[in-house]
């Protein structure tokens, strides 16, 4: 029976990546993701869910914070759509990380590296050179000279999941950093026992276990369910104002209009930046047919 639970859920991904009862997890994933230098050898949750409260104020932001032994604070998020002015959004709350750590009277020499990594079940970044790179690091550099470092201190690390396609049809063979990320794209539809065999290592074993905990947790299982549906109704309040949009170029008696709001909904569908309205309608009816069958023919495959 498929694991059923998918880690792109934040509430998920908060249990499977930031439970004090499994920081093995926690300290493999980082390694993986940024293979620092200095590896993480111990690291605090500093954000638990503690016992069962799983009050509404407490759901809200279900990130993971985390702190190592070398006082490098982690800041870890799951995000399965796009809000408004998200950049800032990343670094607003990596500055408070970092701000957080300095107490009164400590100098600032005492302040420990912030590192921000955000899993993004969303195509975010649009450039020639990001098509199929899926892992982008960012932090403080010249403008004139992209050698030369501010600081290392202040991290960014985005995870694009749909641009995310195995380097080799040999799962055992991949790297850490992609194993996580197969098995965030793929856990959900996946036996637990195939999963944990593919990915062969022991934290990879015990984060399919804590998602396998999750589905024989009533109170578990029940905040998955609400979380899940939260997003859902998140997603299909974006594809109800993409269908507005649709109606309003109908009632101009466009067919460009028509298929334009065709083509976003479907490229929110399928985790695409969405074109913007002059953009599209900057292209001839031919066009946007020959995009429109395109991506049709991309979802069908994906829900094949």
Same mark, same amino acid.
């Given at each position: 029976m498929p694991l059923g639970i998918d880690p792109r859920v934040d509430f998920a991904c908060k249990l499977m990546l930031g439970s004090p009862d499994h920081p093995a997890v926690t300290i493999h994933?980082?390694?993986?993701m940024l293979r620092p230098k200095v590896p993480v050898v111990e690291?605090? *949750?500093?954000?638990?869910?503690?016992?069962?409260?799983?009050?509404?104020?407490?759901? *809200?932001?279900?990130?993971?914070?985390?702190?190592?032994?070398?006082?490098?604070?982690f800041n870890i998020e799951m995000q399965t759509?796009?809000?408004?002015?998200?950049?800032?959004?990343l670094l607003f709350y990596n500055c408070k990380n970092f701000l957080r750590q300095l107490r009164e009277g400590e100098g600032y020499s005492e302040l420990c590296p912030a590192i921000s990594i955000c899993l993004v079940d969303r195509r975010m970044l649009e450039h020639?050179?990001?098509? !199929?790179?899926?892992?982008?690091?960012?932090?403080?550099?010249?403008?004139?000279?992209s050698e030369l470092i501010l600081t290392n201190d202040f991290e960014f690390h985005i995870f694009e999941l749909p641009k995310f396609h195995p380097s080799g049809d040999n799962i055992g063979e991949l790297s850490a950093e992609e194993k996580?990320?197969?098995?965030?794209t793929h856990a959900a539809a996946m036996e637990p026992d195939q999963l944990s065999d593919l990915l062969g290592d022991d934290p990879?074993?015990?984060? *399919?276990?804590?998602?396998?905990? *999750?589905?024989k947790s009533p109170e578990d299982y029940q905040y998955y369910e609400d979380r899940l549906k939260f997003l859902r109704d998140e997603q299909g309040k974006l594809l109800a104002a993409k269908q507005e949009g649709e109606q309003l170029g109908l009632a101009k008696g466009r067919e460009e209009g028509k298929l334009a709001g065709k083509i976003q909904t479907l490229q929110e569908l399928l985790g695409d930046a969405v074109t913007t309205d002059d953009e599209l309608l900057s292209r001839?009816?031919? !066009?946007?047919? !020959?995009?429109? !069958?395109?991506l049709q023919a991309r979802l069908r495959h994906r829900d094949a």
């Open positions: 994933f980082l390694n993986s690291v605090d *949750i500093l954000n638990p869910l503690v016992g069962k409260d799983r009050s509404e104020d407490k759901l *809200i932001v279900l990130d993971v914070l985390a702190r190592d032994s070398w006082g490098r604070r759509r796009l809000p408004l002015s998200f950049p800032n959004r020639p050179s990001s098509e !199929t790179r899926w892992h982008h690091s960012f932090r403080l550099r010249c403008d004139q000279d996580w990320l197969y098995l965030f990879f074993r015990e984060a *399919i276990g804590v998602l396998q905990m *999750i589905s001839d009816r031919e !066009t946007l047919r !020959t995009e429109l !069958t395109a």
